[in-house]
């Protein structure tokens, strides 16, 4: 416990105070939860905020990696003997997505055994590994391995930082913090090309590419050391006093009694043996960008989300629309165009950043890493059968129709979430599990 701490305006309970005498925590936390009592206002942002930028770094490299082989996949493909060959060209490019379904499907394990802290560091090291062999490679198979490496760490970096950002942040502000997830992702894939850029004028120059991502990874790694565990990990592994230090940090020692007597209540309800997978899929676990990162805290999660659907379904109209006058004119291709920067704005606003943060609210902080692992991996598995089958379906079907599919899909996803999602704006994770499950 670092010097200073003990001066604290509060008492600190131990955790037998908390976990041994239930009845005594019911008596803390009606107390401190009262309305009666004096309004402390929300935490500043202040503490929280280099926290949270540290843990986005692991999305800048999820971007990075995403990125690092569109402009020199030529020179990779003619350095190491693969040129013309699709299949080849096509496995470097996408073989971090298969390792990145692995890491990810592993993130609940891992960061719930080790802490997020800990799981951030390790994310680290198959990336510098990956990349390390990617960059230094003579073959294929090298750097499809190091692609697969680089995948692992990918898959498992950006979910323990949706579950870290989540767990950190004052209600108040989680929204704009989670929102830096996705911007730290479009940094990554921006820093990508930029860096790719003079890959066809010196020689080699992928093998730099490479190279560069392991510094934000060490810097990651090196970083992590002196943040703050999250102290909803910390106070289920009944490391209480911890806990109550971390929140000291994060929200300021004014706030600390508070946030561990929501803590306390909340975690009464989610005793007992530790969750499996399969009890993700029944009972009451079951339910549940920088313009976002302004708008999330003030229109809500749910109402970007409808709005993202629905205009991401315009866009593919526009696109289906553009499809069917094709003969009609050149005029068509400017529908077209409109309909695809129409659909990166639409998803940018709303379902590219708000499920990172969405997922980790709703559920308890009994299974919230599994489950957010689970629901992540969903991402990983469709987004590779979509980008398999795209071209060939656009064969079989046309635009018409494979554009008209899509809109229909989004069309239902707005309908669903208007109907079954609930808003978690500036309510504090307990609050909003207790209103899922009253809503069981």
């Known amino acids: 416990m670092r010097p200073g701490l003990s001066s604290s305006v509060y008492k600190r309970m131990n955790s037998k105070d908390f976990v041994g005498d239930p009845n005594r925590a019911d008596d803390v936390s009606d107390r401190l939860l009262n309305p009666m009592d004096q309004d402390i206002g929300n935490p500043s942002w202040k503490p929280s905020l280099p926290h949270v930028c540290i843990a986005t770094v692991s999305s800048f490299l999820f971007g990075y990696h995403l990125g690092v082989v569109n402009e020199p996949l030529e020179s990779i493909s003619l350095d190491l003997g693969f040129t013309g060959n699709t299949l080849a060209e096509g496995l470097v490019v996408s073989m971090c997505l298969g390792g990145a379904l692995i890491g990810c499907l592993f993130s609940g394990l891992i960061s719930d055994g080790i802490g997020r802290r800990r799981s951030f560091q390790l994310s680290t090291l198959p990336m510098i590994i990956g ?13 499809l391995l190091g692609r697969f490496l680089v995948g692992t760490g990918m898959g498992l970096g950006p979910a323990v930082a949706s579950l870290y950002v989540t767990e950190v942040s004052p209600s108040s502000v989680r929204g704009t913090y989670g929102s830096l997830i996705q911007i730290a992702t479009c940094l990554g894939l921006i820093t990508a090309l930029f860096i790719g ?4 004028e010196i020689v080699g120059w992928w093998r730099v590419c490479f190279w560069l991502s392991t510094v934000p990874a060490a810097f990651l790694a090196l970083c992590m050391e002196f943040c703050a565990e999250s102290p909803h990990w910390l106070y289920k592994r009944g490391r209480v006093a911890e806990a109550e230090v971390e929140f000291e940090r994060l929200l300021g020692g004014p706030h600390v ?3 561990m007597a929501e803590l306390s209540r909340s975690e009464r309800g989610d005793e007992g043996e530790s969750i499996k997978y399969s009890e993700l899929f029944y009972g009451r676990h079951f339910r549940g960008s920088v313009l976002a990162m302004l708008l999330m805290d003030i229109l809500g999660r749910k109402s970007l989300l409808v709005g993202s659907f629905l205009g991401m379904a315009a866009a593919m109209g526009l696109q289906a629309i553009a ?8 005029w068509h291709v400017y529908l077209s165009v409109g309909g695809m920067l129409l659909s990166v704005l639409a998803f940018s606003l709303g379902a590219g950043p708000v499920p990172s943060l969405l997922l980790p609210e709703i559920f308890p902080n009994k299974i919230r890493a599994k489950a957010v692992a689970l629901c992540m991996s969903v991402h990983w598995v469709v987004n590779f059968f979509v980008g398999l089958f795209f071209l060939r379906l656009l064969e079989l079907l046309g635009a018409k129709i494979l ?16 109907k079954n999602v609930l808003e978690t704006k500036g309510k504090t994770l307990q609050e909003i599990e207790v209103a899922l499950l009253s809503a069981v």
Do not use: E
């Open 323 to 330: 499809a069917s006058l094709s003969d009609q004119g050149s």
């Open 131 to 143: 990349a390390s062999l990617s960059a230094s490679t003579i073959s294929l198979v090298g750097m």
């Open 403 to 418: 554009y008209s599919i899509f809109a229909s899909f989004c069309l239902m996803g707005a309908i669903f979430v208007r």
């Open 197 to 200: 850029a003079p890959v066809k």
């Open 257 to 259: 009694k508070l946030a």
